[in-house]
């Protein structure tokens, strides 16, 4: 899945630092329960008010890494549910295939050993010369 950085509006992906870019979205969602509803609501199509508010800005974690699995730029994760959010406003297509496969073993993981439903997904600016093409990596 693909989030747009101007989600709900906002835009974040004026400056060319990735982790502020992060951070800047990280911040939005943990200071704005409702736009956090509405990204878990997107990405997991949960409309449930009593599963939604088992989520809190506690759950949102900035530059988390994970022993043999990488370093994620955004982690939500609760009792029940485990979201990996990559940054790849400037770098679309910057995705390493090592960090790729590391992640789906991490999400594996986590669902096997812990019955958590996992995803992952991406931060990109609308209409990036590139889009299409981190769409196609996405799919495979």
């Known amino acids: ?3 747009y950085s101007d989600f709900e509006g906002v835009c974040m992906a004026n400056t060319k630092d990735e982790v502020r870019v992060s ?3 990280a ?3 943990k200071e704005n329960e409702g736009l956090l509803y509405k ?3 997107r990405l997991f ?3 449930s008010f009593e599963e939604l508010i088992n989520f809190s800005p506690d759950n949102i974690k900035l530059e988390e890494p ?3 699995f990488g370093r994620m730029d955004i982690l939500i994760e609760n009792k029940d549910y485990f979201l990996i959010i990559e940054n790849k406003v400037h770098n679309p297509t910057d995705l390493q295939e090592t960090q790729t496969t590391s992640y789906y073993e991490l999400m594996a993981k986590k669902e096997h050993e812990e019955g958590k439903t996992s995803k992952i997904c991406y931060l ?3 209409g990036h010369p590139d889009e299409n093409e981190l769409k196609k990596i ?3």
């Open 45 to 47: 199509n949960i409309s």
């Open 66 to 68: 994970f022993e043999n």
């Open 138 to 140: 996405v799919k495979k």
């Open 23 to 25: 951070k800047s979205f």
């Open 1 to 3: 899945d693909i989030i």
């Open 124 to 126: 990109l600016n609308k």
């Open 27 to 29: 911040t939005l969602i």
């Open 39 to 41: 990204v878990i609501n």
